[in-house]
């Protein structure tokens, strides 16, 4: 089992930035890969960003240069640094552990935070 705790979200001006903070406990945190995504009202719920456990990097071609995720073995935690934002970055914010290091689609991830809420205002 892995417990996931987002923080972080909340108001901010189109421009502006919001760093996010998924907090895991319960496996090894450096043996897994984490992942963000995001869901707006009546949308599907997207890939964001997503870090290896080696580190590796992969974003959404909407976030890329503007987002940066990364992550501190030794705090199990996991980050999302979001400059720039846009009105459309609004969302739902989830973390996600993906156990045996899979790709970027919602359903090969095992545990899930609760979400936090990002609103970017025009």
């Known amino acids: 089992q892995v417990q996931l705790v987002e923080s972080g979200g909340g108001l901010v001006q189109a421009g502006g930035s919001l760093r996010l903070s998924c907090a895991a406990s319960g496996r090894t945190f450096s043996t897994y890969d984490m992942g963000w995504f995001r869901q707006a009202p009546g949308k599907e719920r997207e890939f964001v960003a997503k870090?290896?456990?080696?580190?590796?990097?992969y974003y959404a071609d909407s976030v890329k240069g503007r987002f940066t995720i990364s992550r501190d073995n030794a705090k199990n935690t996991v980050y999302l640094q979001m400059n720039s934002l846009k009105p459309e970055d609004t969302a739902v914010y989830y973390c996600a552990a993906d156990l045996l290091r899979r790709g970027y689609n919602s359903d090969e991830y095992d545990y899930w935070g609760q979400g936090t809420q990002v609103t970017v205002s025009s």
């Open positions: 870090i290896r456990w080696s580190t590796a990097t």
